[in-house]
């Protein structure tokens, strides 16, 4: 079975400085992708980034970048000079290739930029 | 916009009361998925449409849960006789195909007294 392992309840960032959000995974199959979703108090979902298994450069989206480390299983989310709108719940996520490609998704972090 | 679209935002109800909570997904997009998303948690997978066939309906935590999409686009998640323990959010999100990046509607917030 997936699993997805988000260990920081919540993080605090001052504005304009960079933070690593952690994500650790387990699964057995060998063909899968990777997702970060921002969770704004409004409650959508906002899909930020992706990162597939096969992918041998790590996924960058402007000032989202995923730190993909397939041989320890993590997949962290890193966010370049923090804005005050980044404010929010963070969740990772990952896809089964085979199947029918449900999302198996973390408990989320909760980050907190301070002006 | 062009969206995923969901309604009602919030809803609340009596125990013992039904619920419909509807999804209207991006328009032209094949894959459907309803989630659960308790208190503090993150979603959990319900159920998936592969436009009007319910391909996967493991997640479904009882008999009481019940979606359907009858013409490939809008979809309805029905909660018979609805227990507190249903209380959540409840995400509907659309790709346009397998394989594509899952776009999420804002969800409806259910309450059940």
């Known amino acids: 079975a997936q699993k997805i392992t988000q260990t920081q309840p919540g993080m605090f960032v001052q504005e304009k400085e960079a933070v690593t959000l952690d994500c650790t995974y387990d699964?057995?199959?060998?063909?899968?992708?990777l997702f970060w979703y921002k969770q704004p108090s409004s409650g959508e979902m906002i899909f930020l980034i992706y990162?597939?298994?096969?992918?041998?450069q790590n996924a960058t989206e402007g000032r989202y970048s995923l730190n993909f480390q397939k041989a320890r299983k993590s997949a962290n989310l890193v966010i370049s000079a923090s804005q005050l709108g980044d404010s929010a719940m963070y969740f990772c996520?990952?896809?089964?290739?085979?199947?029918?490609?449900?999302?198996?998704f973390g408990t989320g972090t909760r980050l907190l930029v301070s002006p | 916009g062009a969206g995923v679209s969901q309604s009602p935002r919030y809803k609340v109800a009596k125990r013992g009361q039904d619920v419909a909570l509807r999804c209207d997904p991006i328009?032209?997009?094949?894959?459907l998925f309803w989630y659960q998303q308790a208190l503090g948690q993150g979603p959990e997978f319900l159920t998936y449409?592969?436009?009007?066939?319910?391909?996967?309906k493991s997640g479904l935590p009882s008999d009481r849960f019940f979606a359907e999409r009858p013409e490939g686009s809008v979809s309805t998640l029905k909660i018979q006789r609805t227990q507190q323990e249903d209380s959540a959010v409840y995400l509907c999100?659309?790709?346009?195909?397998?394989?594509?990046?899952?776009?999420f509607g804002d969800g409806t917030r259910l309450s059940i007294l």
């Open positions: 999100a659309s790709s346009l195909s397998r394989g594509q990046p899952q776009h």
């Open positions: 699964t057995s199959d060998q063909s899968y992708g």
């Open positions: 990162q597939g298994s096969y992918d041998e």
């Open positions: 996520a990952m896809r089964e290739n085979t199947g029918f490609q449900k999302l198996v």
């Open positions: 328009s032209g997009h094949v894959s």
């Open positions: 449409f592969q436009n009007e066939a319910q391909l996967d």
